[in-house]
C-alpha cells in the first residue's frame, strides 16, 4: 500500500510516496529507439542506493543509504523524467531532485560545478543548486532540493510589494549570473531568433492566409532591426530564465534547470523573463500590462547589478521574437481559441519591434 507523499516544507522524516522497492517511470518517446530511452524501468530503490552509496564521501558524506523512496514529478517529451528521491541515511533523510534523461548530459552536471566555482554556488546569496552527482549508467542528474517559494507563486498573485521584492532578486541574479559566469557551449545567435521568427510566421499564414501580408510586414521590421544589434556582444546564458525556475529562500534566489545553458546576447535571457511575466499576467491577472512594474524593478536590479548597459536598445527584437513563441500546435491544428492566441502574440510582437526600432 502507497504511503502518502511527502508534501514541500514538511520535514524529511515523514514518509515519502512510492517505497524503495517501486519502479521509477519510463518515458515513452516516439521515434526514438529502446536504447535510447534510460533503463528506468530496471531501476529499483536498492540500484538507486547502492549507486549513491558508491559516491566519493566529497559528493555525499553520509555513508549507505539505508532507504530510498522515488516519487515523479514531472516528465517531459524531450525526453527526461524528474524525480524527488528521499535517501535515509544514518543522520536522517535528505531530499534530492533527480533527472533522468534519454542522452548522455552529463555537461549539465558540469555547468553546475562551473558555476559554483564562479561564486554562484549553494553557498552564495544568487546560487544555483548543489550538484550531488551525475550517474552516467542511468544518465540521472542528482542535485540538492531547494526548499523556498517559487517566483512564479509570487508574480501569479499580483500582489504589488511582493512582486517588486521578488523582480528585485531575479534581476540582481541575472546580472550577477552574466558578470560571473564563464561562457560554454553552443551560440545562439540572433540569425537563429530570425529563423525561428520566420517559421511561425509561416506557419500563421499557412493557417490562414489573411495572415500573409501582416506576417511579412513583422518580419521586414525584425530584418531591418537585427542589424542594429552587436553580433559579438555575448555572454553566459541560462536559455530559459523565467519565473518558474527561480526559487526563492531567506538568503538565497536559486535558479535551476541548466539543460539549455549556451552563450547569448545579454538581451535574450532579459527578454525571456519579461515575456514571461508579460504571459504569466495575460493569462492569470487579466492584463498583459498587470507585471510591468515588476517588469521595470526586474530591468533596474540587472542593470544595478553589472548587468550590460546595450540591453535595453536589444530587448525590443528579443521581446518581439519571444511573443512568436508557442501555441504551435494550438495553431497548427486550429485548436479552439487559436486565433484569438495567434492575434495577442502578433500585436505584441508587432508593438515590441515597432518601438524599437532607430
Not at 245 to 261: A, K
Amino acid at each position: 500500500m502507497d504511503r502518502p507523499a511527502l508534501r514541500e516544507g514538511s520535514n524529511m522524516s515523514e514518509p515519502m510516496g512510492n517505497s524503495g522497492n517501486s519502479q521509477l517511470f519510463t518515458p515513452a518517446v516516439r521515434g526514438d529507439s529502446p536504447d535510447a530511452i534510460p533503463r528506468l524501468a530496471e531501476l529499483d530503490g536498492s540500484t538507486l542506493a547502492e549507486q549513491i552509496g558508491g559516491l566519493p564521501t566529497s559528493r555525499w558524506p553520509w555513508g549507505t543509504p539505508r532507504e530510498v523512496r522515488i516519487q515523479l514529478l514531472a516528465s517531459h517529451p524531450e525526453p527526461h523524467c524528474t524525480f524527488e528521491i528521499g535517501v535515509r541515511a544514518r543522520d536522517g533523510w535528505h531530499r534530492l531532485i533527480g533527472k533522468a534523461y534519454a542522452t548522455d548530459h552529463h555537461y549539465v552536471y558540469q555547468v553546475m560545478e562551473r558555476l559554483r566555482y564562479a561564486g554562484l554556488g549553494p553557498e552564495d546569496e544568487f546560487s544555483t543548486p548543489r550538484a550531488i552527482a551525475y550517474l552516467p549508467s542511468l544518465r540521472l542528474l542528482l542535485q540538492e532540493k531547494v526548499e523556498g517559494t517559487s517566483a512564479k507563486d509570487i508574480f501569479k498573485l499580483g500582489d504589488d510589494r511582493p512582486c517588486r521584492s521578488a523582480a528585485d532578486r531575479c534581476g540582481r541574479w541575472l546580472g550577477r549570473f552574466q558578470t560571473l559566469a564563464p561562457t560554454s557551449g553552443r551560440t545562439s545567435g540572433i540569425a537563429r531568433f530570425l529563423t525561428s521568427a520566420e517559421r511561425k510566421c509561416r506557419l500563421l499564414s499557412e493557417a490562414d492566409r489573411a495572415w500573409m501580408v501582416r506576417t511579412e510586414q513583422l518580419l521586414e521590421r525584425l530584418k531591418a532591426a537585427a542589424p542594429f544589434l552587436d553580433p559579438g556582444l555575448a555572454c553566459a546564458g541560462h536559455g530559459d530564465f523565467c519565473e518558474h525556475q527561480i526559487i526563492l529562500t531567506e538568503g538565497r534566489t536559486v535558479v535551476f534547470d541548466w539543460d539549455l545553458h549556451d552563450i547569448a546576447h545579454p538581451a535574450r535571457d532579459v527578454a525571456k523573463f519579461i515575456v514571461s511575466l508579460e504571459r504569466l499576467a495575460m493569462n492569470g491577472l487579466g492584463s498583459v500590462r498587470a507585471l510591468d512594474t515588476a517588469a521595470e524593478v526586474f530591468l533596474g536590479a540587472y542593470l544595478g547589478s553589472g548587468g550590460h548597459p546595450e540591453v535595453p536598445a536589444a530587448l525590443p527584437f528579443y521581446k518581439a521574437v519571444f511573443w512568436l513563441k508557442g501555441r504551435t500546435t494550438a495553431i497548427r491544428t486550429k485548436a479552439v481559441g487559436w486565433r484569438e492566441q495567434a492575434e495577442i502574440m502578433f500585436s505584441e510582437s508587432l508593438r515590441n519591434i515597432a518601438n524599437g526600432l532607430p
